[in-house]
């Protein structure tokens, strides 16, 4: 808990389960280093493949931002875990974190972010409603809909003046 009694989210505290989790803070709180981290710890620990994760922002500039962070995260990791009695002792919580395990486990952690890496492209970082527009065209012509319509963020874009 924070001093006004709200709770705040450990990136380091247990990872959540199979459960939605939604960050909402204020600008410049570290929610977009929290959900880059949270993925990395994903990829490391649990040998979650990052395709099979889903990261979904409200703005095409957060999305940037999302994707460089989570991308720039992995690169850090992987680097730190390379030498994990270094990374033990860093300032990178999350790295440090990750690199506190027997030896064996440091070299698959790493193994698993390298590949987190190499697979990046096929991650799913995007805006709510580019989430939406990729469903409705995995659903085909099971989809009831008109498969030219594009979904926006703001009517405004739509409306006369």
Request: negative net charge; glycine residues 6%; aromatic residues 4%.
């Amino acid at each position: 808990m924070n001093d006004d009694g709200v709770p705040v989210f450990d990136a380091c505290g247990p990872l959540p389960g199979v459960e939605t989790v939604v960050l909402e803070a204020s600008a410049g709180t570290g929610k977009t280093w929290t959900i880059a981290s949270l993925a990395v710890r994903y990829v490391a620990e649990l040998d979650v493949h990052l395709p099979e994760l889903m990261l979904v922002t409200f703005g095409r500039a957060a999305t940037t931002e999302l994707r460089d962070r989570v991308r720039s995260r992995l690169v850090e990791v992987e680097r730190a875990l390379r030498d994990p009695a270094t990374a033990r002792s860093s300032s990178d919580e999350v790295g440090a974190l990750l690199a506190d395990v027997p030896p064996d486990e440091a070299d698959r952690r790493r193994a698993r972010v390298a590949r987190a890496v190499a697979e990046f492209d096929a991650a799913t970082i995007t805006t709510t409603h580019g989430f939406c527009q990729q469903m409705l065209a995995m659903l085909g012509t099971t989809a009831d809909m008109d498969h030219d319509a594009v979904l926006v963020p703001d009517v405004a874009d739509l409306e006369a003046d």
